[in-house]
């Protein structure tokens, strides 16, 4: 954090680290983590081929969690490092306002998601029946 600190001051300030000093470094713990909230960060990363920006909308209880998502999904899909992102801003969003379908479909209060590969147990053996069933086990619930 304060590489990139001083990083941004650089390039907004024009205050170099030798003219500047950090006197306290302090994380800000989030309210409340038990509900799940809408993320968006704006960020610049550098490809091989120039710069980008780019707009993110992530679903996460914490900011940490979001921004853990958005490193990991950069390294996934465009091979970005961490080194090569710089977040600009990252806000909390209203579910109006959402922009990306993928965060869209998972916003319903009735959402289910299933189960694919959820076997049926067998029900009990009754004392005279057979221990092994003679149908393959259905994949539904």
Same mark, same amino acid.
């Given at each position: 954090? #304060?590489?990139?600190?001083?990083?941004?001051?650089?390039?907004?300030?024009?205050? /170099?680290? +030798?003219?500047?000093?950090?006197?306290?470094?302090?994380?800000?713990?989030?309210? &409340?983590?038990?509900?799940? #909230?809408?993320?968006?960060?704006?960020?610049?990363?550098?490809?091989?081929?120039?710069?980008?920006? *780019?707009?993110?909308?992530?679903?996460?209880?914490?900011?940490? &969690?979001?921004?853990? /998502?958005?490193?990991?999904?950069? +390294?996934?899909?465009?091979?970005?490092?961490?080194? !090569? %992102?710089? %977040?600009?801003?990252?806000?909390?969003?209203?579910?109006?306002?959402?922009?990306?379908?993928?965060?869209?479909?998972?916003?319903?209060? !009735?959402? #289910?998601?299933?189960?694919?590969?959820?076997?049926?147990?067998? /029900? #009990?053996?009754?004392?005279?029946?057979?221990?092994?069933? +003679?149908?393959?086990? *259905?994949?539904?619930?």
């Amino acid at each position: 954090a #304060k590489s990139r600190f001083w990083y941004f001051m650089k390039r907004l300030q024009k205050l /170099k680290r +030798a003219n500047g000093e950090i006197l306290s470094v302090v994380e800000v713990p989030n309210k &409340s983590e038990d509900t799940v #909230k809408n993320y968006g960060m704006w960020i610049r990363w550098r490809s091989r081929t120039g710069i980008h920006n *780019s707009w993110r909308e992530y679903r996460s209880n914490t900011v940490t &969690s979001a921004v853990e /998502k958005m490193y990991s999904e950069m +390294a996934g899909q465009h091979r970005v490092r961490w080194g !090569n %992102i710089q %977040i600009i801003s990252v806000d909390e969003i209203e579910a109006e306002n959402i922009r990306r379908n993928h965060i869209t479909e998972v916003m319903g209060e !009735n959402v #289910k998601f299933p189960l694919p590969f959820a076997f049926q147990h067998a /029900k #009990k053996v009754i004392q005279t029946g057979s221990r092994y069933q +003679a149908r393959r086990p *259905s994949m539904a619930l």
